[in-house]
């Protein structure tokens, strides 16, 4: 069984600054790792993925994560937020190799808060 | 090219009723899954559907039912309804094995089916 843990549950940041969003994964096989956005009064969004190949990945956004499987980390990083940034972000991971597995196991969320 | 929609958009229940969601997916994908998501909780997996049956299912109990049409379009039944039933319901689509990426777990979401039951 996989489980995702994300450690803070609000991120309070001012406009302009620097964020991390942490994200910690168990599992016994491989996996893929995502992470969704959540805007308010929606549904969730794609923001990135890692499925193979290099361990930093990007969206087009200006946010990265980086996979760290000694750690069985995954977390989200952005060097300058924008108030625009505020929202839920969620770190999910799905069993690799699968096939249509469909089943995506979310952490609890991030309430990232932008503060101008 | 229209991305996964959902019906109702809001809904107001009361204990022991039953209730129908339903889901569209985007174009070319022919899996649906549901996911309950609670208030200030990430989304939790009931079921998924391919080719018209259920594949996988989360822990939820029987309550929780689900049927899946020959255009990929699905719905979720929740019967005898309780007041911890109140929540956003959300139907997430993924290309499959017509598209032949299967297996990424990459799901495109819609905005939910918001229920309260009373």
């Known amino acids: 069984a996989q489980s995702v843990t994300q450690l803070d549950s609000q991120v309070p940041v001012f406009e302009e600054a620097p964020v991390e969003l942490r994200c910690n994964y168990s599992?016994?096989?491989?996996?893929?790792l995502f992470w969704y956005v959540q805007y308010p009064n929606q549904g969730l969004q794609l923001l990135l993925k890692?499925?193979?190949?290099?361990?930093l990945v990007e969206s087009i956004n200006g946010f990265e994560a980086e996979f760290n499987k000694s750690q069985t980390s995954f977390h989200l990083r952005k060097p300058s937020v924008h108030i625009s940034d505020t929202a839920e972000y969620f770190c999910?991971?799905?069993?690799?190799?699968?096939?249509?597995?469909?089943?995506?196991?979310f952490g609890q969320g991030t309430t990232l808060q932008v503060k101008p | 090219d229209a991305g996964v929609t959902q019906s109702p958009t809001h809904l107001i229940k009361t204990r022991g009723q039953q209730v129908t969601l339903r889901c569209s997916p985007k174009?070319?994908?022919?899996?649906v899954s549901w996911y309950q998501q609670a208030l200030g909780q990430g989304p939790q997996f009931i079921f998924q559907?391919?080719?018209?049956?259920?594949?996988q299912r989360g822990n939820f109990p029987d309550r929780f039912s689900g049927h899946q049409f020959p255009n990929y379009s699905s719905e979720l039944n929740v019967n005898a309804l309780l007041l911890g039933d109140s929540a956003l319901y959300l139907c997430?689509?993924?290309?499959?094995?017509?598209?032949?990426?299967?297996?990424?777990?990459?799901?495109?979401f819609g905005e939910g089916s918001r229920l309260t039951v009373l």
């Open positions: 997430a689509s993924s290309p499959g094995a017509l598209a032949g990426d299967a297996g990424t777990g990459e799901l495109f």
């Open positions: 599992s016994s096989v491989s996996v893929y």
């Open positions: 890692y499925l193979s190949g290099s361990t």
């Open positions: 999910a991971v799905s069993r690799k190799g699968s096939g249509n597995t469909g089943k995506l196991i």
């Open positions: 174009s070319g994908h022919d899996t």
């Open positions: 559907y391919y080719e018209e049956e259920e594949r």
